[in-house]
């Protein structure tokens, strides 16, 4: 009777061992490489004649030119009816910087940490930092697999020891146009998010966003005054994709608010995720800004090669005042195939349009809007496969703005224009 007592209480432990199983799955990416460039900004006019235009050139050894270097842990535990508990923590680390963080070589930061439930035939709820809806979108529908180096103008980067041109007198690449995360912000914190499983083709995920205390003052109080409106950060996502044989299409926009009564009327706007970091955008909250984006994508296997057509469009508006804002949009042709199961090849060309923020003086009237610039770029990349988790890469991109009066209709133009190359080695695991 007692073995008997016995065997019965072990199949029950194991039973419920079996129910609540789970696992846990560390990956990561580290990425290094040679990597160069040669950047030249100019204001034109006057300055060039004094001191002609802003030049740098580098190359040396540096990281993430293909991939941010990352580690990773996700996991998940069977709750038991198709329903399990799931979470992700991802950090961005450096390999050539040490614990000392810097500006542009910051040692680590969190790209994910987030946790939820996933119902099969259901989807997903997650509750953390999260990529944002268009950056999900564009990781699955991007020519060169989102790299961060230049000539993408849906994903614009510039990794390498040259920087980006013209930090001080001549300007910066933000000012241009071409600055990291300037298409669109790729993460946020305090994110809940609802991703769906797939539905004859058809896949949807919705985003809010709620940082931290967002409260509403009713005492009386204008613009500044630190009492009266709202202050609050917030935002939302919604994307839809569908899937049909060869055939990939999505659709996705964004808007993320940072509102405060207490900034002036002339307080610059700050776009959510605006980073000088060269590794890759932090989960920036965002500074008295509107900032709404749109993103639109399809490509097509074709078995020899795929080839895609993406479409970005961000406008990030100062929160209390419409007339001041700053707007992005690109075009952006690419194909990527297979010539040999060894050797990956990829191609991209885009134009696009940049319209910087305009001047304003102390009470937050306009003093000048400057017009919108052209840009250009392109890239050409090339994988060879040494393993299923090992490659060599080589990319070369190059990308540019015309000249555009940034302060006055009569003032000095600005211009940038940039390349950027790299050959590598990128280990996953």
């Known amino acids: 009777m007692k073995k008997s007592l016995l065997a019965l209480a072990a199949v ?7 129910q609540a199983q789970s696992s846990v799955t560390v990956y990561g990416i580290l990425d290094m490489g040679l990597v160069g460039g040669n950047n030249t900004a100019t204001q034109g006019g006057a300055y060039n004649t004094t001191t002609g235009p802003t030049k740098t050139t580098g190359l040396g050894i540096a990281q993430s030119a293909e991939s941010t270097s990352r580690l990773g842990f996700k996991g998940n535990e069977d709750l038991g009816g198709g329903t399990s508990a799931v979470f992700t923590m991802e950090v961005a680390f450096a390999p050539s910087a040490t614990t000392t963080a810097t500006s542009q070589t910051p040692f680590y930061y969190t790209r994910q940490a987030f946790v939820g439930v996933k119902k099969n035939g259901v989807g997903s709820l997650l509750a953390g930092t999260q990529n944002t809806t268009i950056y999900d979108a564009v990781l699955t529908s991007d020519p060169s697999g989102v790299n961060n180096m230049g000539g993408n103008l849906v994903t614009l980067g510039a990794i390498g020891p040259q920087g980006q041109a013209g930090t001080s007198t001549g300007g910066s690449a933000s000012q241009y146009g071409l600055a990291n995360n300037s298409a669109y912000n790729t993460r946020v914190e305090n994110a809940l998010q609802f991703k769906s499983d797939t539905f004859s083709g058809f896949g949807a995920r919705a985003m809010v966003v709620a940082y931290n ?3 509403t003052d009713t005492t009386q109080g204008g613009a500044a005054a630190g009492v009266g409106g709202q202050n609050n950060v917030n935002g939302y996502g919604l994307g839809l994709d569908y899937n049909w044989n060869k055939l990939n299409v999505t659709a996705n926009v964004q808007q993320f608010n940072a509102v405060s009564n207490a900034n002036l009327s002339n307080t610059q706007a700050v776009l959510f995720g605006s980073s000088a970091t060269a590794v890759s955008s932090l989960a920036s909250p965002g500074v008295n800004v509107k900032d709404a984006g749109q993103y639109y994508a399809a490509n097509y296997d074709f078995g ?15 929160a209390n005042d ?7 949009s690109a075009n952006q042709i690419g194909v990527n195939s297979y010539v040999t199961p060894a050797i990956q090849v990829w191609a991209s060309a885009a134009i696009g349009k940049y ?6 003086t102390t009470s937050g009237a306009p003093t000048y809007i400057p017009g919108s610039t052209n ?13 299923k988790r090992t490659n060599l890469y080589a990319i070369y991109g190059q990308m540019a703005q015309s000249n555009q009066a940034m302060t006055s209709a009569t003032g000095p133009t600005s211009a940038y224009n940039m390349n950027n ?8 695991f």
């Open 12 to 18: 029950g432990a194991f039973a419920s061992a079996a």
């Open 213 to 215: 205390a967002n409260s």
């Open 304 to 318: 020899i090669l795929k080839a895609f057509y993406q479409y970005v469009n961000r406008k990030g508006t100062q």
């Open 322 to 328: 419409a007339n001041y804002y700053t707007k992005y």
């Open 355 to 360: 319209q910087a923020q305009g001047a304003f």
């Open 375 to 387: 840009l250009n770029g392109f890239q050409l990349g090339s994988n060879y496969w040494l393993s």
């Open 421 to 428: 190359y790299a050959v590598g080695v990128r280990h996953t």
